[in-house]
């Protein structure tokens, strides 16, 4: 498809797993960022891959928290040792990396920590 | 200190009325743009209009325009003769740019829930 595709589109998981999520953004975007967002909150930024540049992981609110970009594309957010406060929907997005380029949302990611 | 400020986060407006969303930004950066997003219920985020800081005129998309003030760095959305179908979660952004060429990320502001009225 043309648009950025996240999986799964659900994630329920028991306190103490890892789990993986995944975000395969728009084809030649070269931004690629993930953000959370609580229910009925904002948007809180947790990373930002640009290019071949050092990702910006200033949001990670954890050392649980890791994420990595293959070869410019796919990107995989993980958390260790999930906690019931990570509940949350992961959203990813991704544009081109010029200030007036908007971002082009996923659909996210429901992830329940039981 | 808060990059972006929404300071509304509920607002009312009946159904063909005009409706005003406000939003300031804190930045030093000479480049930079801002973005306003709205989340409906079902939780996709939608782009709707964009304004350059370097942009002169204010920014128009059909029923959505920008009354964008650079200097009380304000960037308020105003959507015309509302629509049942406008009631949503509206978000503004913005990116920050460096000297590179290239661009922070998009910071969010914390929304404002518009609801409108038949």
């Known amino acids: 498809g043309a648009g950025v595709s996240q999986s799964p589109s659900n994630k329920v998981t028991e306190k103490g797993k890892d789990v993986e999520l995944r975000c395969d953004p728009i084809s030649g975007h070269t931004a690629l960022y993930w953000y959370r967002q609580s229910l009925g909150q904002g948007l809180e930024f947790l990373i930002y891959f640009q290019g071949n540049s050092a990702p910006d992981k200033s949001g990670l609110p954890s050392d649980r928290f890791s994420a990595e970009r293959t070869g410019g594309s796919v990107s995989t957010l993980t958390i260790q040792r999930t906690q019931q406060e990570d509940s949350a929907v992961y959203l990813c997005?991704?544009?081109?990396?010029?200030?007036?380029?908007?971002?082009?949302f996923g659909s996210g990611t429901q992830l329940s920590v039981l | 200190a808060q990059k972006i400020t929404q300071t509304q986060p509920g607002m009312f407006v009946q159904e063909k009325e005009a409706v005003t969303l406000d939003c300031t930004y804190d930045t030093s950066d000479q480049s930079y743009g801002l973005f306003w997003y709205k989340q409906p219920s079902s939780g996709e985020m939608i782009f709707l209009i964009y304004?350059?800081?370097?942009?002169?005129q204010n920014a128009t998309e059909g029923r959505y325009s920008l009354n964008f003030q650079k200097a009380r760095k304000s960037t308020n959305l105003v959507i015309s003769a509302s629509q049942l179908g406008d009631s949503a979660m509206y978000f503004c952004a913005m990116r920050e740019g460096i000297s590179s060429g290239s661009a922070r990320q998009l910071t969010f502001g914390s929304g404002t829930q518009l609801t409108v009225l038949p």
């Open positions: 997005a991704s544009s081109y990396d010029r200030v007036n380029e908007k971002l082009f």
């Open positions: 304004q350059g800081s370097y942009d002169e």
